[in-house]
């Protein structure tokens, strides 16, 4: 599967931005999906998953009741809605993909990545 982010860009902090993450190759619907992100210095982390279905959903504590991840499989597109957004929050975002059942909130845990979009909150 092929992954790529949109949807990044410069906001206010407490602004808003809806990322989304289109996929194309094999059938996106097999997929669990996260989001990830990086900022310079530091590893990647893990900000959402969702399952393959869109049944369950976790977050890191950092971002929960501020993000929210969602699926549409009839369109192949995964979605990060951001709100209240905070200057802590500017990173280059990825989303990824994968078959495996491992922890999802590992970096090792994906197979497939996007090439990240950067949001930039400033304060």
């Known amino acids: 599967v092929q992954l790529q982010a949109s949807g990044g860009g410069l906001v206010q902090a407490g602004g808003s931005l809806r990322l989304s993450c289109a996929a194309s190759?094999?059938?996106?619907?097999?997929?669990?999906m996260g989001w990830f992100r990086r900022t310079p210095g530091k590893e990647r982390e893990f900000v959402a998953t969702i399952t393959w279905s869109g049944g369950s959903t976790d977050y890191a504590d950092s971002v929960k009741g501020r993000f929210t991840i969602s699926r549409d499989n009839a369109k192949n597109t995964l979605y990060l809605q951001t709100n209240s957004l905070k200057p802590k929050d500017t990173a280059v975002y990825y989303c990824?993909?994968?078959?495996?059942?491992?922890?999802?909130?590992?970096?090792?845990?994906?197979?497939?990545w996007g090439q990240g979009t950067l949001v930039t909150v400033s304060s």
């Open positions: 190759g094999r059938a996106f619907s097999s997929y669990r």
């Open positions: 990824a993909a994968t078959l495996r059942l491992r922890d999802p909130r590992t970096v090792g845990a994906y197979d497939y």
